[in-house]
């Protein structure tokens, strides 16, 4: 499978709306997911990102616009006939089956022959690691293990669409990595688009070809990883995904001044006229503290905060009254200790103006 | 912290015991004298099967056995069907109209059970019913509908409303969700609840007493009526049998799930699940 999306439509949502009594969750959402993509909604809880997913496997019915699948219509098709399927955030197994009849299930559903549906169910628990776990029940298995069930499950329909609704939420943080890493193995094996919802950035950022910010109802942004973390377009999409330096201030003559004595340039930025407010924001791991080379912008000030995070170690640095700037630095081989800064140093905050974004 | 004192509950010990002498000892009196050799039912002369023999000879009695086991079983058939049906459909209405139907579906629970009898009798009555075994079947179900709602809604309420929704996702109809998937899930509930509507409805006798006919008579009102012409001891032997039965079936409902898988079995949802 190549990783760059083609032009060939997996999923379509258009106008997209989903109203409950009086509230709107999902708002005109227009989305166009590619085949053989890993596409996430990322947003925090109640931004409509499970919604759109129940929308899409039929659970939920729209209040307006229309649901697309493989370029088919199936906005008003019941669930059993829609070619998604979904990995349900708490698995959902059939405790009543073993392993293997969980995972023949969809294909004894659809009367595909016994001979067959053993070969493929042999298969894909040869796919997810759990061949020798075929005769157990599911109440015998780890999370993980269950987790794997439910993912196999879904795929052996080979879908036009695996829908996964937080899948990886109810395991611990290593159990969870390690999943991650295998998710996105298994979908570039498969080549089955994955429509993925969660509300955690680095899993998001991760494992997707793209990634859709949600909030309230609607996309803040839509890009590649890459896109949504260097050049977001919202402030919210700004203080989502990782930590960000978000300053108000008033545009005049290609910078942005954030306080009386504070003046950031960024020449980058078009569409603003003088005097219009705007937000920037620069990301901490962005920001030097030694090293600066030239063409930085910089910005006196004095350490007021550290945390030592293992890997890397976080500074909040004042540049000005009521202004302060995170400042994230790596926790290289060369730096000792005693090279870490302390509260009271005095230090020079630098980064290139190409790392400041203007949002308005 | 204060010095833990580890003393034994002496006076806790003494009244369960008590409680369990209270309540058990009397049966085990019937179930002494039905081993009597005399009539006497206050001394204990020696051991006979002989009241055992006399039951077994005993045409009316006998009857009225085979009346109550059908009673049971169709009362236990009709509730499970009905009460399952009530659960999954409660399962369907959230909010308060849901709570205020699910609270109304328990209200046989607590209604005095002459109060049922009684407004069957009349309704029976009413609307011209003659008044047999199946009379007695109808007010039994309507009364055992409520136990078989909590179990099943019990058992319903851990299984998650994913585990219907990923059937269908897998293709199946909302009927074959709930006949391939939700029924073996509910499986164990449906057993527990079952054998408890059987031992409640095999030996209830104010509904039975209530919206009986004349022949045959459930066991329990066949019983209250001959002792009302002296105390046979042949009654005591029943009454020991109908005490092993019910015995029988309750540690049935309670093991019986447990073998069947690792789900609650009804008698948890009564006992709060201590195990």
Redesign the interface.
């Known amino acids: 499978m190549s990783s760059a999306p083609t032009t060939n439509p997996s999923v379509t949502l258009r106008g997209l709306t989903k109203r409950f009594g009086g509230t709107t969750v999902v708002d005109h959402l227009d989305l166009d997911i590619e085949s053989g993509e890993f596409f996430s909604l990322l947003g925090p809880s109640g931004c409509g990102k499970t919604t759109t997913l129940r929308m899409i ?3 939920s019915d729209p209040t307006e616009g229309t649901i697309l699948v493989g370029g088919e219509d199936v906005t008003s098709t ?3 006939k829609r070619d ?3 990995v ?3 698995y ?6 073993d392993v293997r009849r969980n995972v023949g ?2 294909l004894r ?2 009367g595909v022959d016994r001979s067959s549906i053993d070969k493929r169910v042999a298969e894909m628990l040869e796919l997810v690691e759990l061949g020798d776990r075929a005769k157990d ?1 599911p ?1 015998r298995l780890s999370g993980g293990q269950r987790q794997r069930v439910a993912l196999a ?2 795929l052996i ?1 080979q879908p036009k669409v695996l829908l996964l609704d937080e899948p990886l939420a109810a395991l611990d943080l290593k159990l969870r990595r390690a999943m991650q890493a295998e998710l996105k193995s298994i979908q570039r094996e498969v080549g089955i688009t994955f429509l993925f919802v969660t509300h955690d950035q680095d899993e998001a950022l991760s494992m997707s070809d793209r990634v859709a910010i949600m909030c309230d109802g609607v996309v803040e942004q839509c890009g590649t990883p890459e896109d949504v973390y260097e050049r977001p377009t919202s402030v919210f999409a700004a203080g989502f995904i990782g930590t960000s330096n978000l300053m108000n201030g008033l545009w005049s003559d290609g910078c942005v001044s954030v306080s009386p004595t504070v003046s950031i340039p960024a020449p980058g930025h078009q569409g603003s006229a003088d005097g219009d407010p705007v937000s920037v924001t620069v990301r901490p791991e962005k920001i030097w503290l030694t090293e600066h080379t030239p063409g930085m912008f910089r910005l006196p000030g004095t350490i007021v905060e550290t945390s030592y995070h293992g890997a890397t170690t976080q500074y909040v640095v004042s540049v000005g009254p009521d202004l302060t700037l995170t400042v994230l630095e790596q926790n290289l081989p060369r730096m000792r200790a005693e090279d870490r800064w302390s509260p009271g140093d005095r230090v020079e905050a630098g980064w290139l103006p190409e790392h400041t974004v203007v949002l308005r | 912290m204060a010095r833990r004192v580890e003393r034994k509950p002496v006076v806790a010990v003494g009244v369960t015991i008590v409680f369990f002498a209270w309540l058990y000892l009397p049966i085990l009196a019937v179930a002494l004298f039905s081993l009597n050799d005399k009539k006497s039912l206050s001394s204990f002369s020696g051991f006979s099967l002989r009241w055992y023999d006399d039951l077994v000879h005993n045409e009316a009695l006998l009857d009225s056995l085979v009346a109550s086991l059908q009673v049971a079983a169709a009362a236990t058939l009709g509730s499970l069907v009905l009460g399952t049906m009530l659960a999954l459909g409660l399962e369907r209405i959230r909010g308060r109209r849901g709570n205020l139907i699910g609270a109304v579906t328990l209200l046989p629970l607590v209604t005095p059970e002459i109060v049922t009898g009684v407004a069957a009798l009349l309704l029976f009555t009413g609307i011209g019913l003659k008044l047999s075994l199946t009379t007695v079947v109808l007010a039994e179900i309507t009364f055992s509908i409520a136990y078989v709602t909590v179990i099943v809604r019990g058992r319903l309420a851990g299984i998650a409303l994913e585990v219907e929704e990923a059937a269908r996702d897998l293709g199946c109809t909302p009927f074959q969700a709930v006949r391939l998937v939700i029924l073996p899930m509910l499986l164990p509930a449906l057993l527990g609840a079952g054998l408890l509507v059987f031992a409640l409805v095999f030996d209830d006798f104010v509904l039975a007493f209530f919206t009986t006919g004349v022949d045959p008579q459930p066991l329990p009102v066949r019983v209250y009526s001959s002792i009302r012409f002296g105390v046979s001891p042949a009654i005591n032997a029943i009454g020991t049998l109908m005490l092993l039965a019910s015995a029988l079936l309750i540690v049935a409902a309670l093991v019986l799930p447990r073998l069947l898988g690792r789900g609650t079995s009804s008698l948890d949802l009564i006992t709060g699940g201590r195990r």
């Open positions: 496997a039929g659970f019941p669930p059993h998604v399927n979904t349900f955030q708490s959902a197994l059939f405790e009543h089956l299930f969809g559903r659809k029940k109440s499950r879904a329909n």
